[in-house]
Structure formats: C-alpha cells, structure tokens
C-alpha cells in the first residue's frame, strides 16, 4: 500500500515536472527573443508573436494569398491523395508479394530497385511528365506511401507462425482462408505500423514537394514567408503542419483500436 | 558459531487490489556453512520470492536476513543467485559472463581470466568461452549460469529451480554435476526446488514448504552417503515420508 | 533443396529486370509519346558513363556524390550522437523523462523537411542549413528507438548484475547501454535513409552542387538523362549506405538474433 501512495505520489511530480520544462522553455524563448533581444525577430519571433500570427493567419491573407485553413486544405488534399492510392496500392502488393512465391521472386527484384530512392528525388521527372500541379506531387507521396506500405505489409505477412498456418492446414482451411483468416490477421499490427510510417513519410516528402512547385499550402506558406523574412509564419507554419500530422496519426491510432479490438493481444 | 544465513521471522507482502497479499509468512530459516538446503515445495508458493528476498533483490515487508553475520538489505556479491530461467547477459560471451563478478571487483584481466577459465572447465564448458547465450542450450546456459556466480566467491549460492525448465535426461545429469562440482568446491547452497527427488539427490536438509502463504511445514535430515542412488531403500523411504505430508490438494 | 529455390528466385529476379528494361526501351523507342519526353535504358547508361569524366555544372558526378555524402555523414552523425545521449537519458533517469520527454514530443510531429526555411533563415544558404535538415531528419528516429531500448531494459538483468557486485553507479554502463546497443542500430538503420532522402531535398531546394542539386539542374534545362542518372545514382548510395549499416548491425549484434 505504502508503494502505490509512493508511486502515484511520484507521478503527480513528475507531470509537475514536465509541465514546467515546458514552461520555463517558453519563457527562455521569450526571454532570449523580446525581453533581452539578443535574436533579432527576423531570426526568432518570440513565442508570443508566433501565437499572434497564428490567430491572424485565420483571417489574413497576407503575404500568401490565403488563411491558414485554405493552405492546410490543400495540402491535405494532396496529401491524403497520394497517401490513399500509396495504401491502397502499397498494402495489398506487399501481400501479395509475401503470400505468392510467383509474385515474391518477380516483383520484389524490381521494389528493391526502387526502394531506396526516396519519393522527393522523382519530382523533376514527374513535372516533366504532368507539370507542377496536384498530379505531380500526390504522385511522389503516393510513392513514399507506398514504399512503406509494401515493406511492413511484406514483413508482417512473412513473420506469420508456421505453427498457425499447420493449424489451419490440419483443420481444412483453403489458401485463401488462410491468408486471411491467419496471415492477414497476423500481419495487421505491421500492417498498422507500415500505415503510420507511411503517413510521415508522405508528410515529409509533401512538405519538400509544396516547397519546390506549389502556389498554395502549408509547404508553399512556409517557403514565401522564407523569402520575404518572416520567420514568425514559417514558425506558424511548421506547428500548423505538426498539428495536422499528428491528428492525422491519432486517427490511424484510432482506426487500429477499431479494427483490432476482437481478441488482439498488445 | 552462528548459521552462514540467518533469516529471521521474515514476511513479505505485496500490495493488491484487495489489500495486500501475504507471500511469505513469518519464515525463519538457517542453513550452515557449506551446506546444502533444499526448500521443496509445490507450485507458486512464494519460494521465489523468498530466495529474492535472502539475495537482496526484494525488501522484506519485515523479519530480518544475515549472511555471515552481517545484515543484508541490498543485493550484492556475497549471495549469488542462479535464475529460474537464466537471466545471462546476452551480450556476453560464456568467458564474459563468468568473469563479470571479479570484473566488477576491479580483478586485473589476466587474474580473471584464469579464474573464470577455471569455473569453466569445472562446469564442463570448455570449447565454448567464446559463444554467446543464444548460441547455447539450455542446459549449457545453467551451466554458465552456475559458473558466473562461483567465479564471484559468494558466500551463499541461491538457486531458484535451476534445472525446472530442462528435459528429464539433463536434468539428472546437472543434478550429478552439481553435486560433483559442490564436492570440489564446497558452498553454501539454498537449493529451490518442486521435484522430490532432486530435493533428496542434493540436499543435506529438506525443509517443506506450504503453499501461500509460505510457511515451513516440516524439516527433514538427509545424511544418505554421496552420491546417492535414486533406487535405494532409505531414498524411498524418504521420499514416501516427505510425499505423505504434502498436502494433495496443493499439487 | 535449398539451393534450388533460390536458383529459381534469380532467374525469375534477372527476368523481371531484363522484361523491365525492355519495356522502358520499347516504349521510349523513337517516335512514340514517351519516346519525346524520356530516354531509354540505353541513353541513360551512356550518360552515366560520360558523367564520370565531364563535369555537370562544376563537378564530376563523384564531386557531387562526394558532396551529398559529406552532408550526410556529417548530419547523421551529430543526430546519432545527440540522439543516443538523449534517448538512454530519458530512458534510464525518469527525472531526464519528465523535463525532456514533452519538448522532444512536442517537436517530433514537424516533419524534418519542414525545418528547410527555417534552417535557410537561421543558417543561410550554406552548408550549415544542410547539415542542420541533415540533423533534424535523423535525429528523432535515432531517439525514440534508443528510448525504448533504454526502457526495454530487463530488470531481471539488472538485478542479475547488481547480485554479482555490479555497483548502482555502474549499472547505466555495465547493463542499459549494451542492452541497448540493438535498439541503437535500429535508429541509426531509419535515421541513415532519412538522412539520405534529406540531403536530396536539402540540395533540390537549396543548392550549388550535389546529387540533389544534380537533378533539379536537369529539370531547369529540361535535360531528362540527368535526372535519371542522377536518381540511379541516389538509389545506388542509398543502397551502398543501407548494406553498410546493416553489416555493422550483424557483427555487432550478433548476440541478439534469435
């Protein structure tokens, strides 16, 4: 009894603790930047200004041509674009490659070509091919989405229990109840996994994409408040684009409960 | 002269849902020097927990532990413990494990050496020095198991079931071993054990233990001549009296 | 047996590359759509060649392989360092956990790439930008891998070291760092083809030299054969770095394999 007062005890301070790291970081932040003005706001804004721009982004247009929520908008269109076809070519060829032996020795010399290029590196091809428009870049995050996507679902079929697959064997199953009465099931975790790794790799490379050839979103926000020395949007920028990623993965996070809530162990 | 362990009227609890949970209670325990005592008991009945206890690594709830005169509150090299399941260091070779202790005592390099190499050879690994944990079977990782804590010249060895989880065949076999090995290098042995004939093949005292909470239900005296033979009548004998005390219902 | 299969699993693997080649030189021959905005395999390969012995802008292509590659290691490196202290501190101390855990939670959701304007603004357009998105990329990943190894740290084992006369002091050394050791690899394993895919970014956006600036050079002068090189090249050091990686993960963690 006495440990568990000790426990919940330690806890309590140690959340103290974590509020305030946060809090004495804002305040150097602001120390440093308004109070002493030892950076100038063209370098860092202080915390205070960044939350003002953040407000005023709602409603101002300028410099950028757009609010905020107009940006995030079109960055999640592309974005969710390219994510969806990734998965939803990306998930099942991963499958399959692991599940088919034909598919296994032919496609995967080929997935191996392409794997380590990463996504952004196809950009000027791609423009070469469909110019700079929403076609070209929902194209490279669909290709960073779907080289995680394959890779996860691959390894999460291949770890399956030979002992489980006997199993099913010894009770009749088909091969294809036992892909995905037993491989499948098996595999979602990684499945999961491979789902969140893609969409920070498709967030990333959309960032990097609306940076080089976009005239809206947050990438596109970001690099014209570069050119005009306004750090305190880059700034507003940045956490708008982490706010909307990690929503984004909470609801993966969510969708995973929903789906593996019968009987999963964690 | 004093017993090498001294456990006096030891408890121990854990908190639960439901209050706390009595393991232990009120065990006082002695065990001689170069002795070997076995604690038989079925099943979860806190010997574990109490080995943990006596080697430092749990504090007792209240009671007292000595070893060799002086009070233990905190682990350290004078009790060595010999795990349930092995618990080596996998990054360790076999040579890295047993030289561990003496490592942390600051012996130099070459002394260690020689010493560890020593265990080794009298737990019979010669040849495999240099092979990782999860190169090994199991009974050859007891076997580290077994060397490491020597090397480290405890006081007191505990030894937690440490042949539970090998097949049958190795099982005597380690047992033979480790009676050969505590012939040449006589120890202090707390020996856990759920198997009556292991218990009466090691041990020079027997004390049976209840199941939870534990308690010390009755001792027993084993002075058969080394080694012994597992088919002989007073062996029998012994094990029919020992079996007749444990309660059925706790198996 | 063995040995059989994976006779068949070449074949069918050189097949699938020699039909792939094929198509692409098919499809690009002359005269069709493709044909006018890409080369074939062939052209590409030559180019590649002649890339070896005539500069691109001012260098050769090992010139901006050299570079891309001095970016990367000098990045990875600091983030591997930075992140290996950071991620066994708040993974062994709970007060380190408590002060740093919340600031590195609240940075980790940026993702890297998104740090490029503001590390122009803070760094300039030199080398000091690259070396910081460089930094940003691999940094995260080295620390929470390394977290979780520091955490994942079994206290059987450390009990078993502090039985053995294994000072309190002594036991960060003695046991979480090399139990943590698998767990690092891992981190570093993401954070090098992070890194990698950051340098590229890095040098597209902002740059005079590299693999990266090698093929934006190529889309401002419409030159097609450049940028595939240059992307057959990012592939092959990406491949190159990866394998390395991964052979110094096997020899060092030899002991953690199942």
């Given amino acids: 009894m006495n440990q568990n007062k000790n426990g919940t005890k330690d806890n309590k301070k140690y959340i103290l603790m974590s509020i305030c790291s946060v809090l004495v970081f804002l305040f150097i932040w602001e120390l440093v930047t308004d109070v002493l003005g030892i950076f100038k706001s063209t370098m860092l804004p202080s915390p205070v200004k960044v939350f003002g721009t953040f407000i005023d982004k709602f409603t101002n247009t300028k410099p950028d041509g757009a609010t905020i929520q ?102 009749g199953a088909t091969r294809s109840q036992l892909l995905f009465k037993v491989a499948i099931p098996t595999a979602l975790p990684m499945i999961f996994t491979g789902l969140k790794v893609a969409l920070g790799a498709s967030w990333n490379a959309l960032i990097a994409a609306e940076l080089l050839a976009s005239t809206k979103g947050l990438g596109f926000m970001i690099n014209q408040a570069r050119g005009i020395y306004r750090p305190d949007i880059i700034l507003v920028g940045m956490i708008a684009v982490g706010i909307t990623g990690a929503i984004l993965g909470y609801l993966i996070e969510l969708l995973q409960k929903l789906v593996m809530k019968r009987g999963w162990r964690q | 002269m004093s017993g090498m362990i001294q456990c006096e009227h030891i408890v121990k609890k854990f908190p639960g849902v439901n209050g706390d949970y009595e393991v232990i209670k009120d065990i006082s325990i002695e065990a001689k020097k170069n002795e070997i005592l076995v604690l038989f008991g079925s099943g979860q009945c806190g010997k574990t927990t109490l080995l943990k206890v006596i080697a430092g690594l749990e504090p007792v709830t209240s009671g007292k532990i000595f070893i060799n005169g002086k009070e233990k509150t905190a682990p350290g090299p004078e009790c060595g413990l010999v795990y349930q399941t092995t618990v080596l260091f996998p990054w360790l070779t076999t040579m890295g494990n047993v030289e561990y202790g003496p490592k942390m005592r600051g012996m130099s390099k070459k002394e260690r050496r020689e010493k560890a190499q020593h265990y080794i050879d009298l737990v019979g690994l010669r040849g495999f020095e240099k092979s990782f944990p999860n190169q090994l079977s199991g009974g050859m990782r007891q076997r ?85 033979d597992y088919t002989s009548p007073e062996f029998l004998r012994l094990r029919q009296e020992i079996t007749s005390i444990v309660d059925p219902a706790e198996l | 047996m063995k040995k059989k299969i994976d006779v068949t699993r070449i074949i069918m693997g050189i097949l699938a590359v020699v039909l792939f080649l094929c198509l692409w030189t098919l499809s690009t021959r002359e005269g069709t759509t493709l044909g006018k905005l890409m080369p074939g395999p062939g052209e590409v390969f030559k180019r590649l060649l002649k890339m070896t012995h005539t500069n691109i802008g001012s260098l050769t292509i090992f010139g901006h392989m050299l570079n891309s590659l001095r970016r990367v290691l000098v990045g990875f490196f600091l983030a591997s360092v930075c992140g290996i202290l950071l991620g066994l501190g708040m993974g062994w101390n709970r007060k380190c956990e408590a002060i740093l855990r919340p600031l590195f939670e609240l940075i980790r959701p940026i993702p890297p790439l998104a740090w490029i304007s503001l590390a122009i603004v803070w760094f300039g357009l030199g080398e000091g930008g690259k070396y910081f998105i460089i930094f940003v990329s691999g940094f995260a990943n080295v620390t929470i891998n390394v977290y979780s190894g520091a955490k994942a740290v079994d206290p059987e084992v450390i009990g078993a070291a502090r039985m053995l006369g294994c000072p309190k002091h002594r036991i960060f050394t003695s046991v979480v760092l090399p139990s943590s050791i698998p767990y690092i690899f891992t981190g570093l394993q993401i954070a090098i083809s992070s890194s990698w895919a950051a340098v590229v970014a890095a040098e597209m956006v902002r740059s005079t030299n590299g693999i990266g600036w090698m093929i934006t050079a190529g889309q401002n002068i419409n030159d097609m054969e450049q940028i595939l090189a240059g992307i057959i090249v990012i592939g092959v050091v990406g491949f190159l770095l990866t394998t390395i990686m991964r052979g110094i993960e096997a020899r060092l963690c030899a002991w953690s394999r199942v």
């Fill in chain 1, 70 to 171: 107009v940006h995030t908008l079109a960055s999640l269109k592309v974005a969710l674009s390219g994510y969806l076809i990734g998965v939803g070519i990306g998930v099942p060829l991963g499958i399959a490659m692991a599940w088919f032996r034909k598919v296994d020795c032919f496609v995967t010399p080929l997935f191996d070509l392409l794997r380590p290029v990463p996504g952004i590196a196809w950009l000027p091809v791609l423009i070469v091919f469909f110019g700079i428009g929403l076609l070209s870049k929902a194209m490279v995050i669909f290709l960073s989405a779907f080289i995680a996507c394959v890779i996860n679902s691959y390894s999460g079929i291949k770890n399956t229990r030979m002992v489980h697959l006997w199993v099913g064997q010894t009770f």
């Fill in chain 2, 144 to 228: 580290v198991g077994i060397a490491r804590v020597y090397c480290n010249e405890p006081d007191v060895l505990l030894m937690d079931e440490p042949f539970g989880h090998l097949d049958a065949q190795t099982r005597y076999l380690m047992q033979e071993e480790l009676e050969r090995i505590w012939q040449t290098e006589k120890r202090t042995i707390v020996f856990v054990t759920n198997n009556i004939e292991e218990a009466l093949y090691l041990a020079d005292r027997v004390l049976v233990m209840s199941n939870c909470p534990a308690v010390i239900k009755k001792e027993f005296k084993v002075d058969l001549p080394r080694p012994r």
